[in-house]
């Protein structure tokens, strides 16, 4: 089993559409987690920081499920701008530093 | 800004090869990292250092070295290019100050083919 899972999609959405996607990771000692966005051919970017009681930054969403070991990033209203992967990373407390990456979540929102 | 510099955004090698992709970063970061990512597969860890002339493997360091000479360079070197390291290659940094679990700062990346 991988230790950060993601559905790779493609998730095709009409624009002004609200779409959701989780990330389940195995290890329980997991510490921190983030959402990245990385278009195509280039290096992925940051999105957003995910903490235990969620947060919000414009039309972007993350939660944290501990009992359940998964996150989520919900975009509501989405642009054709917002199509992209989206990877979800996770660190654990005994890593020296390491992301484990997940291998994206592809969207692509129509006009 | 991280960069990948000394290799063009697209790099054509033929097997046996040596390549060196040079990573440097001017946000006086400590921690530095060499990513490839495949399709299907992900990003993958090669290689880290969190200081000068310290360096630890990743996940997949076997056919590859590392070189930090100066906080700011983080080098990576393909001895003998073979074709399964054709990829994308990309270095990150972090700032060790706020804990080894900050998000990283990604470079522009290199697309490696190996002939």
């Known amino acids: 089993r991988k230790e950060v899972e993601q559905d790779p999609g493609p998730f095709n959405v009409p624009e002004g559409a609200t779409v959701a996607f989780n990330c389940t990771y195995s290890n329980s000692a997991s510490q921190s987690f983030f959402w990245y966005r990385q278009d195509c051919r280039k290096e992925p970017k940051l999105l957003m920081s995910v903490y235990s009681s969620g947060n919000e930054d414009g039309r972007f969403t993350a939660q944290l499920n501990r009992a359940s070991q998964y996150i989520s990033l919900l975009i509501r209203d989405s642009k054709l701008s917002d199509s992209a992967t989206y990877l979800c990373v996770v660190t654990y407390s005994s890593n020296t530093g390491k992301l484990i990456f997940g291998q994206g979540t592809t969207l692509q929102v129509k006009p | 800004d991280v960069k990948v510099t000394k290799s063009s955004r697209y790099l054509v090698k033929r097997t046996g090869e040596k390549v060196f992709l040079e990573c440097v970063q001017d946000m006086d970061h400590e921690n530095m990292f060499w990513y490839r990512q495949d399709p299907g597969l992900g990003l993958r860890l090669i290689y880290f250092?969190?200081?000068?002339?310290?360096?630890e493997k990743g996940d997949i360091p076997e056919g590859y070295s590392v070189s930090r000479e100066k906080k700011e360079r983080f080098s990576l070197i393909l001895e003998s290019a073979s074709t399964n390291q054709t990829s994308m290659y990309l270095c990150?940094?972090?700032?060790?100050?706020?804990?080894?679990?900050?998000?990283?700062?990604f470079g522009n990346g290199t697309r490696l083919t190996v002939t």
């Open positions: 990150a940094s972090s700032p060790l100050g706020q804990g080894y679990n900050s998000p990283l700062h």
């Open positions: 250092s969190y200081d000068v002339k310290m360096k």
